[in-house]
């Protein structure tokens, strides 16, 4: 099946910085989506990207799909920004019928004030 | 418009006990899919169901695990006879009706469950 590696797998961050968490996957891919777990463990819609650029406040994302990869920027970090961002896909032809997400093992981000 | 509604948030059950967990879609989405998350890992993906049909179980344990996806009412993952490593939380996704390639899912806040 498809992997999915993301990277790194922690980080620790000042708040105020800036940081990029990059996702690869093997296989050419239908959706790819970026999600944050919160603290509290609630799992929250940040990007539906499966090519192209989007911005949505502070966050932003990127996915070079020709290049198998998708990268999510977070400007002026914040405390409230800590929790695991997670990348998932979903294989190209693998039926077209819905989300058989593949998720990555996630990157724990820390926000220190 | 609510988003995806999943009760309880926090189940405990003894060991061999049954575990029954619902789903309510968004409005409009009439596709479901459940995933577990172990402690310390990823979502991994168990079932796929449209109204009264399971499209994809392909997830699911053979065993002691259930979905289903009535025409009225929420989606149900049932549990019997819970084990404790059957712990984990598990989320619903809902999307709406396929128009050509895959769209957005969206998450419920999830159903962590703790054996004892």
């Known amino acids: 099946g498809i992997q999915v590696e993301q990277s790194p797998p922690d980080l620790i961050l000042q708040e105020g910085a800036n940081s990029t968490l990059r996702c690869n996957f093997s296989?050419?891919?239908?959706?790819l989506q970026w999600f944050h777990q919160n603290p509290w463990g609630q799992l929250i819609n940040l990007f539906y990207?499966?090519?192209g650029t989007k911005q949505n406040g502070r966050l932003s994302a990127t996915t070079v799909a020709t290049e198998r990869y998708s990268l999510l920027y977070i400007s002026s970090s914040q405390t409230t920004d800590s929790g695991v961002y997670f990348c998932?896909?979903?294989?190209?032809?693998?039926?077209?019928?819905?989300?058989?997400?593949?998720f990555g093992p996630g990157t724990r981000l820390s926000v220190l004030p | 418009n609510a988003g995806v509604m999943q009760n309880p948030r926090h189940l405990v059950r003894r060991r061999g006990q049954e575990a029954r967990l619902r789903c309510s879609p968004m409005?409009?989405?009439?596709?479901v899919y459940w995933y577990r998350q172990l402690p310390e890992e990823g979502l991994k993906f168990m079932v796929y169901?449209?109204?009264?049909?399971?499209?994809?179980e392909s997830g699911m344990p053979k065993e002691r695990f259930s979905a289903e996806f009535p025409k009225e009412g929420p989606s149900i993952l049932r549990i019997q006879q819970v084990v404790r490593g059957d712990s984990a939380a598990y989320f619903c996704?809902?999307?709406?009706?396929?128009?050509?390639?895959?769209?957005?899912?969206?998450f419920g806040q999830g159903t962590r469950l703790t054996v004892v």
């Open positions: 296989d050419s891919v239908n959706n």
């Open positions: 990207i499966p090519s």
């Open positions: 169901l449209q109204k009264e049909n399971i499209i994809d």
């Open positions: 996704a809902s999307s709406p009706p396929l128009q050509g390639t895959n769209t957005e899912a969206f």
């Open positions: 998932a896909v979903e294989r190209e032809g693998s039926g077209g019928y819905g989300q058989n997400f593949v």
């Open positions: 409005k409009g989405h009439s596709h």
